[in-house]
């Protein structure tokens, strides 16, 4: 231990490009600390500028992982079914100290591993397929060096986790696949399996890696042995913990919400979310290959740069050329499983993303393009390697990309709001929000306690990591049977009502509509018993001022 702690940098970079070792691949604590010191500066500079919260789904997202422990009802049942819960299980111990749950360095706590584990794991990928020092530092410069890569780590957005979580599944399969030692059906369930069955409960490009992962655990163990029945257990072996996990979302929502499907199809699906926006008719990609290629990859361009994405095309090209079918190449395909399935679900309708190319433009989910990270940074690391094959080229083509990598960070610097999608995107969910936010704050400063009704749920209202006070003294849709009586009476519940007046109608279901602005409006008594104490364009705060 004293000569790993006190190795030389000499020594260190002779250890990045060393042949792996059985199951040890040199190198990979150095990329693993390095990952973690780059991960902390990010949160430092995101938390210190409040950006990390921007995004109103990353404030929605600390908010579930709270709730289980701090709420009207708490439980397991606060996971709810919108998004899958393993971003929030991971994020529950770190919320339940207020002051990381409202300033947002829980998902910085937990995006510095991620980020670690994200960067460690495409290392260890470029390793297993052979390649040395050049493409294996190829893989993390495409993570570490891009600031949209770094600033989503930095939140408690649902990629950091999915993202590490595919690529934990991806390394699994990788050290399968290409290791001399037969391993049986058990271990690869466990190096394999399990961050896989992770990556299915993180997000649904899980499920997509899951069944290519599958297909391809099959055509390598029928090549190596040529016989059936060892394909099969193979594959058995590896699916059957995701299968597992996908078992029990099933029976979660069965057992929550007497619908096994309501994940797919209830009131706050995805489904029912893009059937409203269809309805509206903005969702021009749906149907239209063209409009879908188009739109996705402009949110790729600005997400990436055009310098990763040129290499990873060259990468492309040169694996296919060098390796044909090998395994390497079917498990570099496996990785982009997640980039296929956010290209399909953009063609059927199931997912939206708007960017300054699209139609209509705006900025909505541009951050989905980063689920193609672990393809292109393979990619990438498979280019340059082949670039850097002559030795005398090998140090002018690292200074080279870090050279080009400097120069698109220092083009984007100079508007990083419009020229990263990512950014752009968070931006303008903090300037919808900008009203709430305030009205936010006012009450955190004002509140002693007494209780708060508002419906957390409405447009703008996903603020409850700024609020900052205990989710338990709050009325809202999370709260189990207590939210209705509360609607009913407000005086016997709430000193404070919080509310958002633009949605005064519409489906009580649909999101933007405030159910408790709608209630209020019906009820003759609310104004005898309640003053207006703070007000903007959009939201107003009241204080109750009599309980009879």
């Known amino acids: 231990m004293a000569t790993s702690v006190s190795i030389s940098p000499r020594a260190a970079w002779e250890r990045l490009g060393a042949p792996v070792q059985g199951r040890k691949v040199p190198g990979t604590r150095i990329i693993a600390v390095a990952a973690a010191v780059v991960g902390y500066a990010a949160c430092l500079y995101s938390m210190g500028h409040g950006i990390n919260l921007e995004y109103s789904d990353a404030q929605s997202h600390l908010t579930i992982a709270r709730r289980i422990f701090d709420s009207k009802a708490p439980g397991f049942e606060q996971l ?65 060096a891009n600031p949209a890569v770094l600033y989503v780590y930095t939140t408690a957005l649902t990629e950091p986790v999915l993202i590490m979580c595919i690529v934990g599944g991806m390394a699994g399969l990788a050290h399968w696949s290409t290791s001399r030692r037969r391993m049986s059906a058990g271990e690869l369930a466990v190096f394999a399996g399990i961050p896989s069955a992770a990556a299915v409960l993180s997000r649904y490009e899980g499920w997509a890696l899951v ?41 979660y929502n069965w057992a929550v919400y007497g619908n096994p499907l309501e994940f797919m199809f209830g009131q706050y699906s995805a489904y029912a979310q893009q059937k409203s926006i269809t ?50 190449t079917l498990l570099v395909a496996v990785s982009g499983s997640a980039y296929a399935f956010a290209l399909v679900s953009l063609f059927l309708g199931q997912t939206a993303i708007n960017n300054d190319h699209s139609l209509p433009t705006s900025w909505w989910n541009n951050r989905f393009a980063l689920t193609a990270l672990p393809l292109l940074a393979i990619l990438v690391a498979v280019a340059v390697e082949e670039l850097a094959r002559p030795k005398k080229v090998r140090r002018w083509l690292i200074g080279a990309l870090l050279a080009a990598l400097l120069v698109q960070n220092v083009w984007w610097s100079a508007d990083p709001a419009a020229r990263l999608a990512v950014l752009a995107e968070g931006k303008m969910s903090a300037d919808s929000t900008t009203n709430s936010t305030a009205a936010a704050r006012w009450l955190h400063e004002q509140y002693q306690s007494g209780g708060i009704l508002m419906d957390e749920s409405a447009r703008g209202n996903a603020v409850l990591p700024v609020l900052g006070i205990p989710l338990k003294d709050i009325f809202n849709r999370a709260s189990g049977d207590y939210f209705a009586p509360a609607l009913r009476a407000p005086s016997k519940y709430a000193k404070w009502v919080f509310v958002n007046v633009e949605g005064g109608t519409g489906a009580t ?25 703070f007000s903007t364009p959009t939201h107003r705060i009241y204080e109750r001022t009599s309980d009879s």
């Open 509 to 533: 279901d649909s999101g933007p509509t405030d159910l408790v602005y709608q209630a209020i409006l019906k009820d003759p008594s609310f104004p005898v018993r309640y003053s207006l104490a």
């Open 80 to 144: 709810g079914t919108v998004w899958l819960p393993m971003p929030h299980l991971l994020l529950a111990p770190f919320v339940l100290n207020m002051w990381l749950f409202s300033t947002g360095w829980a998902a910085g706590l937990l995006g510095i591993p991620a980020l670690s584990g994200t960067a460690t794991g495409l290392y260890l990928i470029a390793a297993r397929l052979g390649l040395g020092r050049s493409g294996r530092l190829a893989t993390t410069l495409v993570v570490l």
């Open 211 to 251: 069944m290519t992962g599958t297909l391809f655990v099959f055509i390598v163990a029928k090549r190596r042995t040529g016989r059936w029945r060892e394909a099969f257990v193979m594959a058995g072996g590896y699916v059957m913990v995701p299968a597992a996990a996908v078992a029990w979302w099933i029976s």
């Open 279 to 328: 309805d509206g008719g903005l969702l021009p990609t749906k149907g239209n290959l063209g409009l879908t290629l188009a739109t996705f990859h402009w949110s790729l361009l600005e997400t990436v740069g055009v310098v990763v994405l040129v290499l990873a095309a060259c990468g492309g090209v040169v694996l296919v050329f060098r390796r044909g079918l090998a395994n390497s």
